[in-house]
Nanobody, 121 residues
Framework: QVQLVESGGGLVQPGGSLRLSCAAS????????MGWYRQAPGKERELVAV???????NYADSVKDRFTISRVNIKNTVYLQMNSLKAEDTAVYYC???????????????WGQGTQVTVSS
């Protein structure tokens, strides 16, 4: 009853830019943490950038100077602006959110389907 839908992925040249979007919908009362993870072929899923439950922003060291996370709380939406993209940024990018749903008595994690980002010349 809660869905996270990512968009904005695709093929981009090295040095180029993309902006990813994630919209949460369904039986949502509140979201207090939301952000992005990624998984490259043969690698473990890793944190990219998140708004934490305490309101701070965490970036992976590998993207801190190139990526920017933003959000529109009233729309339950987060964005990831990715600049100066490198081949090593190629991965499936997943949206994650900590959600209090109308049918639940607790906070629960939800994941999107993922969107492919390919950086190649």
């Amino acid at each position: 009853q809660v869905q996270l839908v990512e968009s904005g992925g695709g093929l981009v040249q090295p040095g180029g830019s993309l902006r990813l979007s994630c919209a949460a919908s369904g039986s949502i009362v509140s979201i207090k943490a939301m952000g992005w993870y990624r998984q490259a072929p043969g690698k473990e899923r890793e944190l990219v950038a998140v708004f934490t439950s305490t309101g701070s922003i965490n970036y992976a060291d590998s993207v801190k100077d190139r990526f920017t996370i933003s959000r529109v709380n009233i729309k339950n939406t987060v964005y990831l602006q990715m600049n100066s993209l490198k081949a090593e940024d190629t991965a499936v990018y997943y949206c994650n959110a900590l959600v209090f749903a109308t049918y639940s008595a607790r906070w629960s994690d939800y994941w999107g389907q993922g969107t492919q980002v390919t950086v190649s010349s």
